[in-house]
């Protein structure tokens, strides 16, 4: 059986206790190393064999897992925060699929959430914003036309953007535009729950310049929207005179 496990964002306790489980009990773990703390393989067997996958294309980890389930061994496929997000599973699970070879998908912790646990702020506050967007800005890996980066501003949501702190400067143009201000607060967490964690906080017309500063260049989450300060309504769900399904409000 082949094992698609989210590790989380980097704190190795983040992983959920199933894919801590599936760890101990692997017999082949191939892993991200280029973004997957190593320390996950301490809880392999001694027996277990590693992979980085950094290292390999799609056809050598291919390779690995049938020759692995030929064996009739259980492998792990390790993977950075959630599998789901930015973890280009889906080419292998439908190479997978078509080869006929058994395979499940264990969710993990993703780095966007780890950001805003880091900066103790939530995404969805009532009256201010009610829908998060994921994305990325282009770069060596296109984006549809009708995903860019100033189209899904303009919408004024909450944005957690992946894969892009490279590029800072033009995606705060791009975003500038998009929100059609520059006073949009933006929170940059680098490598949100590791030991080495920096959280960069400013708005759209200064941010840039103190990622720069922090010499921050990958690895990053870039939280933007108005939920990272703006004044909002509380939540009707623990108002005292709110009826819910389960207590009657009080008058």
């Not at 989380?8 to 306790?13: A, L, N, Q």
């Not at 940059?188 to 720069?212: H, M, N």
């Not at 703006?230 to 005179?241: I, N, P, Q, T, V």
Request: proline letters at 4%; hydrophobic letters at 40%.
């Amino acid at each position: 059986m082949i094992y698609f496990v989210g590790a989380g964002p980097g704190d190795v306790d983040l992983i959920t206790v199933k894919g801590r489980r599936l760890l101990e009990e692997a017999d082949l773990i191939i892993y991200a190393g280029s973004l997957v703390s190593e320390a996950h393989l301490a809880f392999a067997k001694p027996s277990c064999k590693f992979y980085n996958s950094a290292k390999m294309n799609l056809d050598e980890v291919l390779e690995v897992m049938t020759g692995a389930e030929k064996e009739g061994l259980m492998t792990v496929r390790l993977h950075t925060g959630d599998p789901s997000i930015y973890g280009a599973i889906q080419e292998q699970m439908d190479a997978l699929e078509e080869g006929g070879l058994p395979f499940e998908v264990v969710p993990g912790v993703s780095s966007f959430t780890a950001a805003a646990a880091a900066i103790k702020h939530e995404f969805t506050l009532p009256e201010v914003s009610q829908t998060l967007i994921l994305t990325r800005r282009r770069g060596r890996t296109s984006v549809p036309e009708k995903e860019n980066i100033p189209s899904l501003a303009s919408h004024g949501a909450s944005m957690a953007i992946f894969l892009s702190v490279g590029s800072i400067e033009e995606l705060v143009e791009e975003l500038k535009e998009g929100y059609g201000r520059d006073d949009v607060p933006v929170a940059v967490v680098y490598r949100a729950s590791w030991e080495d964690e920096k959280q960069i906080f400013g708005t759209l017309a200064d941010i840039a310049g103190k990622v720069k500063d922090e010499k921050v260049v990958r690895q990053a989450q870039i939280l933007v929207g108005d939920f990272l300060k703006a004044d909002y309504a509380k939540s009707k769900l623990y108002d005292k005179g709110f009826t819910t399904g389960y207590r009657q409000g009080q008058k």
